[in-house]
């Protein structure tokens, strides 16, 4: 008896496997072959003049493509990306996640009509960025729109030009990156040592120190020693054209936060409701103190998915400033037109490659504690 | 009035406000698609058309016909064949699980994460070298291939709510691997086939990435055809805007209709159930 159940079971686990062979054996290749492929790509020069060939004889040539992204001349729009790619997803998480835990606890309490309110708040999530890029790219425009809306309270007009601003606040020179990415992270190596050392785990506490006092001797003597990053100066900061893709970004997602907090409040149980009012919390400390805190993996999730938006935001900048706008540009753009419109194959794979490990960077972390929870 | 009734119409009269303020991209696009071109004024954007003009959707639907069509054949092919590739593929992991099978699911799964650019290079070389790129079959592969991740963690979190009692007993009753399959797992499907079918078919309409890297104009989606309309110098906006409406129409009647199906896949696999 026992014998054919095992003979069974193995027969099942075959037929298991041979249903998700072709899934695995078409991920293996178009997933983790491409990544490798890209890889490689971006570590070669693409057969230089032949690059318009289908199969042009590659090159290895190390990380010169990487060094070129990071200290050359003509790719200073690249840097300014990075840069936008920082404040685009800054901001986009900050703006969604505000507003729909701010419309998830306005809808919950017994709103009448409240399928229509979320209907409305979630309906832009919907639509493609296209839609959204191409509307808002009329309600953008500097003479129209929204630079309209002062005019309704008696004000003069806005002349704000959302798109094609080329101002920049928060500016610094790219040069002094290091020091200006040093200082937080040695108060953060600080507190970790100090809190490490406090809780007796001295080992750790040591690497943090160590590597406090190496931003420390860096940010005060070796900047100095060491060759400049970059061999001439170069400014960078929040170009203010973003905004506005920011802004559209912020009313077609919130809604989705909205939806995904809303489901969360509404998952904590009515005793936890009954007992905050009981012990005398109002409305505000019961979100502040025991709702808020109850739906922080819904908060994970929420970051991690809009984290990896932000890093999709392609289709909303193409449709909405078009790609060959420099103010609003961001890595993804850059690569579709150094791939696709110059031809610079293995230069394109390395943007590539560096906007996949920003994704990387949230989401294999998230992979790996939600794989650790499946199993559990 | 009393003190509550007050407070309670504030609360409503802001929250209308909140709604208008969402509305409004619709509405401006709306009336600017009802405006003849030369009504069309930056200073009177916000004004409701003086005639109605219906011309600008005749115009826009003939300029993305192809697009549309396009489209609604890449959406409703490629969305039929990875439902069903979700499905046995989630009949797999969720009730038929072995050895390593959590492992290879969450490799699967990382593949829905990654930004498409790091993958986009070689796709474009792979379909070349095929014949299939700037064709609508290389569209229609590459979303099969690239939806297989979020297809079966869809099925998978749906099969996880079928109870093993229910697989138990038809095991009971003598049925196999298939049978099981195909006379129970199957007929329970269909609310899960619907939460897929919505999710591909929305995610495959608004996708444009591909559509401008790997399609020559006669197989454009919409997306593309769309985004060529208002991309132009000298545009007459209520073109592009009506052009708008017709690429968010299906997506909207989807999301109006069949809201619940689709707020189910949207928050499955960020929400625990």
Redesign the interface.
Known sequence: MTATISRIQKRNTLISVLIILPSVILIGIFIYGFIGNTLYTSLTDWGKSAGLALNPEKHFIGLGNYKDLFTGFIHSRFRQDIINTVFYSLFLLAGTLILGLFLAILLDRSVKYEGVFRTIFLYPMSLSFIVTGTIWRWLLSPNGGINLIPTAFGLPKSNFLWISSRASILNFNWQNLPTILFIPLGLLTLFLAVSNIRKKRKGRGIIYGLLTLYFLLYITVLKDIFPPILPFKEKHGLNLATLGIIMAGIWQYSGYTMALYLAGLRGLSESMKEAARLDGANEFQYYWKIAIPNVKPITLSAVIILAHISLKLFDLIYALAGADNINTGHPAINMYLTTFRANQFASGAAMAVILFILAALFIIPYMVHSHRERKY | MKPHNLKKLTF?LF?IL??GI?????Y??FI?SLKEPSEI???T??SFPSKLNFKSYSSAFLLLKTDVFNSLILAFSATILSSF?GS??G???SK?K?RG???????????M???????????F?VL??IGLYGSLGGLVVAHV??G??IV?LLFRNFYDQIPGSIMESGRLDGAG?FGLYSRLILPLSIPGFVVVGIWQF?QI?????WG??LTKPSSNPI?VG??Q???GQAVS?NI??A??FL??LP??L???FL?KY??KG??SG???E
């Open positions: 409503y929250l909140l709604a969402y509305l409004v991209p619709m401006m696009a600017t004024n930056l200073l954007s916000w590739i046995i593929n009949y797999v992991f038929n072995f099978s959590e492992i290879i699911f969450t490799l699967l799964l990382f593949g994460f990654i930004p498409y650019q790091i993958i986009l290079i070689p796709l070389q070349k070298a291939i690239y297989i991740p079966t691997y929305t309409w608004n996708e444009f990435l401008i890297t997306t769309l985004s309309l208002a991309g906006w592009p805007m052009g708008a690429a968010a997506v909207l989807i999301y109006i809201g689709f707020i949207l928050l960020s929400v625990k």
